[in-house]
């Protein structure tokens, strides 16, 4: 019997993040299928279709998330977690600016 009352009252404190990863050079749009994690811990995510992603049960205190997508800035953000409040975010990734080298053409002889 205590153990449920232990069990009851730890979920009614664990709180939630819930977020969109979007495209921040592209009119928000969204992006799939990005990796969310909090940094030092091994608790991860995924942004779906939409852009959206949710970590769970997690404790109060201040989390690091970090969050990557291929050919783009990874972006770290802090985030409070406070009761069985849900934390809404929003990250807007911006693309890599890539600097290109000289590149030489050379002639094909024939």
């Given amino acids: ?3 449920a009352f232990t069990s009851l009252g730890f979920s009614q404190n664990s709180g939630i993040i819930v977020g969109k990863v979007l ?3 592209l009119n ?4 799939m ?3 969310i994690s909090i940094k030092g811990s091994s608790i991860k995510s995924t942004s779906d279709v939409t852009g959206l992603f949710y970590i769970e049960n997690l404790q109060d205190g201040q989390y690091t998330l970090v969050c990557s997508f291929p050919g783009y800035e990874t ?4 985030v409070e977690v406070n009761g069985a409040q849900t934390s809404d975010i929003k990250l807007a990734l911006a693309a890599k600016t890539i ?3 000289e590149l030489a053409s050379l002639k094909n002889p024939s």
């Fill in 1 to 3: 019997l205590l153990l």
């Fill in 23 to 25: 495209d921040k050079e």
């Fill in 28 to 31: 928000n749009e969204p992006l």
């Fill in 33 to 35: 299928f990005a990796s």
């Fill in 75 to 78: 972006k770290e953000i802090e």
């Fill in 99 to 101: 600097a290109l080298n």
